[in-house]
């Protein structure tokens, strides 16, 4: 058991020295890896463990923008978790993973004001807070509307300012601006703009292509048109195939559905 312990030991001194000797740039793709990872699997330790690895390359003045960026992206992912009730014993930090994801994208919108993705997953944040803080609807809905309205500003063609802006219309009741008419044509456009879509610079965003057409597999089921969920489900998993939501929860739903309708 000692000898175990030594090794392991070794092991973790081994890990952190490989782990300094990593450039910046390095630790921020790994971490970036990380959080996808971690994503797809719905994986609360994983993406944990990214946000920390981002975290430390904050300070790094040509980098600083794109580990706030991906740091309050994985806080993000966390307090969707927590919500989601896969992680019940995290349940009193989803306020503190909420307050993470609105300030690291605070500090993004200070080092660039003209960022649209920063001011469109601020506004997600926003809108979660006010779903776990209700009596501090006013302020936040303010801060939201403006957070929305600025990233559709700056860049009214960007697939992911469109999916975001479409899963909050779709997501909200009608009485406080929902608009699942709206959220549709938001998904069908940002599917169109992802399929146009080409990134050359690995740190720039990428996500999003995958989970639009989730959200239109969604939108279909909800119309009771399983054959169209079927193939935008598919059409998901074929742009990443491990992507757990799709693949553990959305398709088993849909095969409910699938199962109910030919025994009816």
């Known amino acids: 058991m000692k000898f175990l312990g030594v090794l392991t030991l070794v092991s973790l001194f081994l890990f952190n020295v490989a782990t300094q000797a990593q450039s910046n740039e390095e630790r921020l793709l790994g971490g970036m890896a990380l959080l996808n990872g971690g994503s797809n699997n719905r994986n609360f330790d994983q993406v944990l463990e990214a946000r920390r690895i981002l975290e430390q390359i904050t300070e790094d ?11 309050g992206s994985a806080s993000g992912a966390l307090a969707n978790m927590i919500t989601e009730g896969r992680v019940p014993e995290r349940k009193r930090e989803l306020v503190d993973h909420i307050n993470s994801a609105i300030q690291h994208m605070e500090v993004v919108l200070e080092l660039d004001p003209m960022f649209a993705e920063g001011w ?10 006010i779903s776990v803080r ?30 975001v802006s479409g899963i909050i219309d779709y997501a909200l009741p009608g009485i406080v601006g929902g608009n699942k008419d709206h959220a549709v044509g938001a998904f069908e456009e940002a599917a ?9 610079d690995p740190f720039a965003p990428s996500w999003g292509h995958d989970e639009v057409y989730a959200r239109l597999g969604i939108v279909y089921m909800d119309r009771g048109d399983l054959v169209d969920a079927r193939n935008a489900f598919e ?10 939501w799709v693949s553990q929860d959305l398709i088993p739903s849909l095969e409910k559905l699938e199962a109910a309708a030919s025994n009816s």
Do not use: C, M, Q
Not at 235 to 244: A, D, H, T, V, Y
């Open 192 to 200: 169109r703009l992802f399929a146009e879509e080409v990134i050359d």
């Open 134 to 163: 209700p009596l501090k609807a006013i302020g936040l809905s303010r801060k939201y509307r403006r957070a929305r309205a600025k990233a559709l500003e700056l860049e009214p063609k960007n697939p992911r300012v469109i999916l």
């Open 61 to 71: 003045e040509n980098l600083a923008i794109w580990a706030h960026y991906y740091a």
């Open 120 to 129: 469109s997953l601020l506004s997600s944040a926003y809108i979660h807070k």
């Open 235 to 244: 059409r998901s998993l074929k742009i990443n195939p491990e992507f757990g």
